[in-house]
């Protein structure tokens, strides 16, 4: 395989609102019970195919959320070409920041990069409805909203191959 590309993708949000479970459901198949927070970041690459048939890379940068990261997690933001922001629709509090806190320090940090906004653990019973889900997703122009459950599988392999597809238009625009 000739490698395309390799498009650096952050997974930022709230503690505990399944980033690492995301991402291990994409890349290995397996989710955990279990919560262990993350320790800075995980760093993970996948081979990945676009609709148009362009192979190439995807790599994961999976945030840690704890407070305690805040002063080296933008560090991990720089040259990142597209965002997913996970909010955990059975806590409606998991969304309060994303608009002044997570959002606004990609515009500091890695501005003008495809975001994708995710209500993710789908499968359980929601603390928030899907409207205000899409509220949030409108004022901070997400190119789009998706619910996910990293449990079950539902629209996991379609967040990654959206945030990929979304990358390469963006880039692709630039080069004209
Ligand atoms: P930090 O690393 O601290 O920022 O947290 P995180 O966002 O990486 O969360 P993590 O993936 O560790 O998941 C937190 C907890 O939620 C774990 O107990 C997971 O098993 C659980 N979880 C994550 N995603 C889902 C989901 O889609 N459905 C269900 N039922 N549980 C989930
Ligand atoms: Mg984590």
Redesign the pocket.
């Known amino acids: 395989m000739s490698v395309n590309f390799i498009f650096k993708v952050i997974i930022i949000?709230?503690?505990?609102?399944?980033?690492?479970?995301?991402v291990?459901k994409y890349i290995s198949g397996h989710?955990?019970?279990?919560?262990?927070?993350?320790i800075g970041t995980n760093l993970y690459i996948k081979k990945i195919k676009l609709e148009s048939g362009e192979e190439g890379k995807i790599q994961l940068w999976?945030?840690?959320?704890?407070e305690r990261w805040i002063k080296m997690r933008h560090t991990y933001y720089r040259g990142a070409q597209g965002a997913l922001i996970?909010g955990?629709v059975t806590r409606e509090k998991s969304f309060l920041q994303i608009e002044d806190f997570w959002y606004s320090d990609i515009t500091k940090y890695c501005p003008d990069i495809p975001v994708i906004l995710i209500g993710?653990?789908?499968?359980?019973k929601k603390d928030i409805s899907e409207e205000k889900v899409r509220a949030i997703g409108d004022k901070i122009n997400a190119d789009s909203i998706m619910f996910?459950?990293?449990?079950?599988g539902d629209n996991v392999e379609m967040a990654f191959q959206l945030i990929s597809k979304l990358i390469n238009e963006r880039f692709s625009r630039k080069k004209d």
Do not use: C, M, V
């Not at 999976?62 to 704890?66: E, P, R, S, T």
């Not at 993710?120 to 359980?124: A, G």
């Not at 996910?148 to 079950?152: G, P």
């Open positions: 949000g709230e503690p505990a609102t399944g980033k690492t479970s995301l291990k989710f955990s019970q279990d919560y262990r927070a993350s999976d945030i840690a959320g704890q996970l955990d993710n653990k789908i499968d359980l996910t459950s990293a449990k079950n």
